[in-house]
Nanobody
Framework: QVQLVESGEELVQAGGSLRLSCEVS????????MGWFRQAPGKEREFVAR????????SYADSVKGRFTISRDNAKNALYLQMNSLKVEDTAVYYC??????????????????????WGQGTQVTVSS
């Protein structure tokens, strides 16, 4: 099975920055489009960001656009989410996910969690006031 291993729990003050990472097992990482999702208590899992296989195409939820940046390093089988200007409302469990094989990058598709085949274990991010 393809394993996605995320970095550990984070606690940060509002206005601060964090970088999450996701390391992916196997030899097919460069064939996966990758995404980040998040889920707050009592809420549905929501789309955060998506990156194409090469990193050339990215998509973001309106709530994070301009603050968060998704990136990848195919030589390291690694995915990242740089989070700046964090808000209390960003508090959630963050999940990385792989779309295997990479499909249509249209936002209507990539925001749907059902598109993704493999998931990380989740990282708790808590933003305090």
């Amino acid at each position: 099975q393809v394993q996605l291993v995320e970095s550990g729990e984070e606690l940060v003050q509002a206005g601060g920055s964090l970088r999450l990472s996701c390391e992916v097992s196997g030899r097919a990482f460069s064939r996966y489009a990758m995404g980040w999702f998040r889920q707050a208590p009592g809420k549905e899992r929501e789309f955060v960001a998506r990156i194409s296989t090469s990193g050339a195409i990215t998509s973001y939820a309106d709530s994070v656009k301009g603050r968060f940046t998704i990136s990848r390093d195919n030589a390291k089988n690694a995915l990242y989410l740089q989070m700046n200007s964090l808000k209390v409302e960003d508090t959630a469990v963050y999940y990385c996910a792989a779309d295997d094989p990479a499909g249509d990058p249209a936002l209507a598709r990539v925001r749907d969690a059902r598109v993704y085949d493999y998931w990380g274990q989740g990282t708790q991010v808590t933003v305090s006031s």
